[in-house]
């Protein structure tokens, strides 16, 4: 599979085509020094075989957060130093770590905006992207990468939303002014010779955000600009997120939002289109520079589709590998069934909202990280015969009941009907699920397959068949 | 060109693939009678050619609104009908009224929702939309579309957002449930042979909305129910608009009402893999029935391709052919020259918003029509030699400023780069523009087109190089 070719990113080899991208954990507190914790969630992602594991968004400035990495003063290389070793010593991954600058937000709702910078100000944020990338080579991480996405600050400059007046605004030129300082800052401080990548919007998914038409343009110039890889997102703004009375500005809070952690009802591979067209058009001028792209992109099918294609050089996978680590194992070794698969239910994406600390519901419960692998747990076992599936209609749909399965962490459960053939709706702890996607005058057979914690799967239930009503409008 | 194919839809022979969906006018007065100037805006696409002609969206019941056309008593038929004879009397192309039922919103913000709704009402709603079907084939039309996208009832219902907890909500069936009842009660009024079609929200584009995951059963469903054409529109809804105090909240102001209208910086054709989803899943499931998609393909060659690799059967173009009503015949002349392309500068939607006639910026000043293509206007003349053209960099991008033309009633502004090929950016009725896509280190050139009201071009102005400094930051 080319999923599992290397890649040279800049003289950094990653084993394979499979990116854990930037994801908030809360395993640090409000110090924002490195935890036992922080280092057990990277190096398991690297047991897990990863080829490149970027590690969640470290500020470069003090501005007061949550619970957040910090890679503002020199004092917190000696920790970071520990996640890039662990991960080191724990297979081939190469592990970057995001570089992030956010700009204030408050509890009335009220958030600082790009056109409040004084240019000092802009010049300081240069000067710390500079020195953080810096530490970030000085703990021996394999490169780092700038967070140029969602709500950040890099991405309020770069958005068409930009108000400012002068040229760090106005025109796209503007727009990218401070990236192309910080980056030139950035080649200052580290050379030419480490790699550096960024990650920024294909699209903003804002009423007048910038959609793919200026992205490509974006993306040339980030190019031109000597970033060593491009890693594609989308959405994630502030500028239509929800505010909750008495909280901070959330920016997964609306469409923009969601279409940065799509939910359960949203198609896979939804971004892809978009980055074939970035990557064509960087193609078409010239620059073969790695292009990263994510978004329910879990299904190993649809990942290798894109690499085979050329519609990208890297698959992004966050919700994904959180829930698996060791999915680019199973995917390897064709254990495709053994994959605990995201089923998009966004409780990580809450956990991140209420800053707790980010786990998956497909975990064990209590768990505040995967399970490992190698704990050989056994295949869960019916209680009752077959599970006992039953299936009946009921007002919010087809309401499914079984029995438990000891040994089972969830239970993934399963449809078919005339249309779609055979398809995954959702992976639950509790042993009822309703199923509101019906439609009258169609047989829908229903399975759930018990699954342990490692993703070892019992046998499946017995298949339970309903017809449902035809309603009466359509007798004719 | 497949565009010219004839299409039989239940009986109706639309001459070629093109429509115009409905669009508000606002040329009828508060009493909803059809007026002098609602007839000769549809006469006016039928003498451009068009295949088929959804005539604006007209009310099946009374409740207060804006202008808008009705169809909520038999006393209306007299007036729609001479919608209807005007249309065949001036050309081939055929007519159907779109049929609309809308909630009530106040200038509070506050609006009505569907659970607000007691079942006496929906009962109502059926047999409203029964009896106006019924007028409007008794008004001579061709057929009649029923509206279920964007901000209306019957979307509401079919909403991912629906709230109702009865059998018309809570799962896909009951969401679909009062369309069905509406269906059963038009064929029982008007008979299987009479054409009746649907629009529908391919996507919702709200946060929790539908996606094509759903609407591909749903079109399979509309398809089961005997629809005669499904139209795809999306977004336009009421969950994501911004509330201007004092006045009615307006389903095009937020992220899904952008993406219904999508202005000038979102791609073109940006629909159609959507629409190409539904047309295959259609496929799959043994139905033909025909599907027209809309979003900015007003490009000929881009609505050519979508039927050529039959992604769908037909053709929607609001904005453009509002532009240019004789856009078929253009086309099908090879005078591509001469369309008067439409900029989605969207002030015809503004014009919706605040209930004025809606016009296109592009026609001469004061017209509440499309200018004649029959009237021979003589192709503008620059009053300066090839229009003087200029390029400068000012503060918000490159100013171009040219001499007038006379006779020109706009100028197309084209660019061309070193990546992107010759693009028009803009059409512009004064004689100076500023171009803020420009990035450092490249560059443009410019040229301007002045032409005459029906699209008759003079010689193209000078072409204006600039080349845009290298910014400091890439000198190395």
Redesign the interface.
Known sequence: MKLFEPLDINGMVIPNRIMVPAMVTHLCKEDGVVTEDSIARYARYARGGIGLIVVEAMAIHQAKSGPLLRISDDSYVSGLTRISKAVHDASDSKVVPQIIHFLKVARSGWRQTVDMLTREEIGRIVEQFGNAVRRAREAEFDGAELHAAHAYTLSSFLS?TNPR?DDYG????GR??LI??V??RV?REVGRDFPVGIRFNVEE????G?????S??IA??LA??GFDYLSLSAGGKFE?AVHIPGQVLFPYT?????RCMP?Q???AALNV?LAARVKS?LR??GFDTPVAIAGKLSDPADAERVLTEGLADFIGIARGLLADPDWPHKVRRGELERIVRCDYCNVCRNLDGTHNVVVCTLWPQGMIQAPEDTVDLPAPQWETDQGALQAAIG???VVLKWSKASGAARYDIYRSD??GGLRLLDAVKANRWVD??????KQYRYYVLPCSATGRAGSPSNTASID?PT?E??G?
Chains 1, 2 share one sequence.
């Open positions: 068409r007046e106005r025109t796209l030129e990218l002014h192309g300082q980056i030139e080649r998914f804002l009423k007048t910038y959609t793919v038409e200026e490509e343009l040339l110039r031109e600009l239509d609306g469409y923009s939002g969601e939910g009802w949203f198609p289109p058009f078409k001028n007002s919010g749909g005339e249309q509101p996607g019906i439609l009258g005058g449902i309603p409008y359509m004719h």
